[in-house]
């Protein structure tokens, strides 16, 4: 009914719905941070809870009204404490940077000092990159990646905090394809009496599935985003030992945003649902496996993977030995049906605007029904594009990205996604 009535009331917009839709059906999604909601996701994402402004909490609003949006947020937050076993949990945050901001905030006290994971090594920007605002208004200090191995090499990171003697440490990244050990990283926060923080964005639905170590029971806070392998709206939550709810909810409202997005907190609820339900295990479980069967299709390939390989949901691919940036990768796959991001590899000779690899993911993989045997075809199909889809001079080959775009069509086809939606 809502696309009917945008068709009547704004074509132009309806013909640019109907385009991505077609583009969502008929590509590959292979960036790690996206994923396919839920019919349910997108309805409450749409519904009528839009209408309301509902600053405050629930029981604490500041406008008249909100006896649903109490029911609401109360149910979002109940779903979510269950589902990661956190003592408090704040759902109104719109987006995975506002959540850190609003933990920091809590926290620190500007000027404070933070260790975290470098971007150049697989972190993200708002951990204390010098052009966000975590590297302006506190003290930034970074870990890197062991040089011999590209993993994280916790009595480094020991060493390291022993001499920054930082406020706060950041675990979590947005490319590092392995298992990242909370415990270890609590008994180093303790050695320097450092706070510690988990931002799982990433790795989100696989410890909600315990398909990886938890943070939950190691962290003053956890921040995440709600999509990604959660699968639910694109927004963010925070939770956080009972000793921080009060200085987390303060933080958030009214310290870094005002009215919450009450539809987005109700996609929310829905996603929280979803992933206590049966099957969302064995979803998660399956991201893994397909991960690392198309990171094993790779390899086979000649790729070099940062690591040699990957225990989640994503990959980390340097292209140096192929000859070609990651940016002309990922513009070449995109020709050929398949998305992805072009991505920064520990120790990028190339600016990021270029940058030296690609991340391949699978989440949106997984939840078109796909397994092994097709992330098998879709790493030849990488290979076939980086090797043949380009003259060597950074021209396209128009055939060969024609003939995998014909493939990846059939192949999406197959594993279909909203087969009768309306566009």
Not at 212 to 239: F, N, Q, W
Not at 298 to 304: A, I, R
Request: net charge negative.
């Amino acid at each position: 009914m809502i696309n009917r009535t945008l068709r009547q009331t704004d074509p132009e917009l309806a013909r640019i719905l109907a385009a991505e839709l077609e583009r969502q059906k008929t590509t590959l999604m292979l960036i790690p941070s996206e994923n396919y909601a839920s019919r349910a996701v997108m309805a409450a994402t749409g519904s009528i809870f839009t209408n309301k402004y509902a600053e405050g909490y629930p029981g604490r609003r500041y406008y008249n009204g909100c006896e649903y949006y109490d029911q609401l947020e109360q149910l979002a937050i109940d779903r979510a404490k269950r589902l990661f076993g956190a003592d408090h949990v704040n759902v109104q945050l719109h987006t995975g940077s506002q959540a850190n901001m609003a933990a920091y905030w809590a926290l620190l006290k500007p000027g404070d000092k933070i260790l975290a994971m470098s971007v150049a090594q697989g972190g993200h920007l708002t951990h204390g990159d010098k052009v966000n605002f975590s590297g302006q208004l506190y003290e930034t200090h970074f870990y890197g990646l062991d040089p011999e191995t590209d993993r994280l090499n916790y009595d480094m990171v020991a060493e390291q905090a022993r001499e920054v003697r930082p406020r706060l440490i950041i675990a979590g990244a947005s490319a590092y394809p392995r298992i990242i050990d909370f415990q270890r990283m609590r008994e180093i926060a303790d050695e320097v009496g450092a706070y510690l923080m988990a931002d799982i964005a990433h790795i989100v639905g696989l410890v909600a599935a315990e398909v990886h170590p938890d943070p939950v029971p190691y962290c003053e806070v956890v921040t995440s985003t709600t999509h990604k392998t959660l699968r639910g709206p694109r927004g963010a939550l925070i939770m956080c030992k009972e000793k921080w709810a009060t200085a987390i909810d303060r933080a958030v409202f009214p310290g870094v945003q005002a009215g919450p997005l009450m539809q987005i907190i109700a996609a929310k609820a829905v996603a929280f649902k979803e992933a206590q339900e049966f099957g969302f295990r064995e979803y998660q479980r399956q991201i893994v496996r397909n991960a690392q069967a198309l990171a094993n299709s790779l390899l086979e390939e000649g790729f070099t993977l940062v690591t040699g390989g990957t225990d989640n949901h994503l990959m980390l691919v340097d292209l140096r030995n192929k000859g070609i940036t990651g940016r002309l990768a990922a513009d070449l796959m995109e020709m050929a049906g398949m998305v992805v991001n072009k991505n920064l590899i520990p120790n990028d000779p190339l600016p990021p605007t270029e940058t030296s690899g690609i991340r391949p993911g699978t989440p949106g993989l997984t939840t078109r029904g796909m397994k092994e045997a097709e992330m098998h075809q879709i790493g030849k199909w990488i290979a076939r594009v980086i090797h043949e889809g380009h003259d060597g001079q950074g021209n396209p080959n128009e055939k060969v990205l024609a003939q995998v775009r014909q493939q990846v069509r059939e192949l999406c086809e197959m594993f279909p996604i909203y087969e009768d939606l309306e566009a």
